[in-house]
């Protein structure tokens, strides 16, 4: 079952590269207390999150965060090193968070598996995008396969633009 408005993020250990290593940051580490954009692609390098999505939320960095948004992270089923690589390779700077869900739990815990097998990719993430208030998910915006529409950072900026959280 897919996660929605106005559930609670689940409890769930990522990882992410810091100037210390490789370190763990629980969901609720990352959710609580703050507005947080969490967008998820399904692999890092890969053509339409590097041309598009992940540039995408590193262009539009200073209009989300003047919507109130404390955190910008990119998600994806790929080691912590990979992200960070990635992130580096984009110029994402301290702009947006990259996240390891190296297994797949978050993902599966809210129910955004994409079976890329046949690919050769093995289980993935769908694209989408959600943002997050405190820890409960104010807008989830999932992407048709092959889509990348709804999880965009103009389309996330515009909902936050048009309908500001009680907190604005």
Partial sequence: MSIKSGDAVPEVTLKHKTANGISDISTKELFSGKKVVLFAVPGAFTPTCSAKHLPG?????????????????????NDAFVMDAWGLDQNVENKV??????????????????????????????????????????????????????SSAEYVFCLLYTSPSPRD
Avoid at 59 to 71: A, C, P
Avoid at 101 to 118: H, N, P, V, W
Avoid at 130 to 150: C, H, K, N, Q, R
């Fill in 97 to 150: 968070m990259m996240l390891a869900d190296g297994s797949g739990y978050f993902t599966k815990a809210i129910g955004q598996e994409l079976d890329r097998m046949e690919a050769g990719m093995g289980m993935r993430s769908a694209r989408y995008a959600m943002i997050v208030d405190d820890g409960v998910v104010t807008e989830m915006l999932s992407e048709e396969p092959g889509a990348f529409e709804v």
């Fill in 57 to 77: 939320f590193v262009t539009k960095y200073n209009e989300l965060k003047s919507k109130g948004v404390d955190v910008i992270a990119c998600l994806s089923v």
